[in-house]
């Protein structure tokens, strides 16, 4: 009896084991990206398109077209498109309300900018895929996503 119990503890370890091996998760939203230096300069920083339809409808064309954002991110926001299956971490999930109460405005400008170092988050305004101010339309998109 104590042998078996032994054995079904091990096998369970073994399946724990092996799923956080395998599956990779969702980084903590609430870690800063933003280097020391410069996070200052970033919390400051508002997105003026912020709750402005016409700019948000424009940040959705962009999302879902040039910025390419949806390959990785999914249509929906939920951080589950394609190309972002196989990523460690995974995409942000977008529609995480905790990610709104730790992070600015700014901070994720700063991100779409420059990207996430040490992920596959793509630096889309320092490549040139966006302009800064598609950067700030297509992130007054994402904070649609919120709790959706
Ligand atoms: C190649 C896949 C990929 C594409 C394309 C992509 N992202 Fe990301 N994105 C990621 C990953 C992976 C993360 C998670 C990075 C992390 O945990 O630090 C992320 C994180 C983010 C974050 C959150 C940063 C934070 O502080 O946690 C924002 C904002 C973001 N992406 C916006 C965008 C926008 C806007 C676009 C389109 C212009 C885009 N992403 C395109 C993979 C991608």
Known sequence: M??????????AMVVAGSYTAFAAA???PCKARVPADQVAAAKAEKNPYV???????EGKEIFEGKGTCFTCH???GHGDGDA??????TPRNFSNAKFYDCKTDGEMLWI???????TAMIPAVSTG???DDEAKKVQAYEKTFKGK
């Open 2 to 11: 104590k042998y078996l119990l032994g054995s079904f503890v091990l096998a």
């Open 26 to 28: 969702e980084a903590d």
């Open 51 to 57: 709750g402005n339809a016409a700019a948000i409808a």
């Open 74 to 76: 999914g249509m929906g």
């Open 84 to 89: 972002g299956k196989a990523l460690d971490p």
């Open 112 to 118: 779409i900018r420059n990207g996430s170092p040490g």
């Open 129 to 131: 895929i966006l302009t």
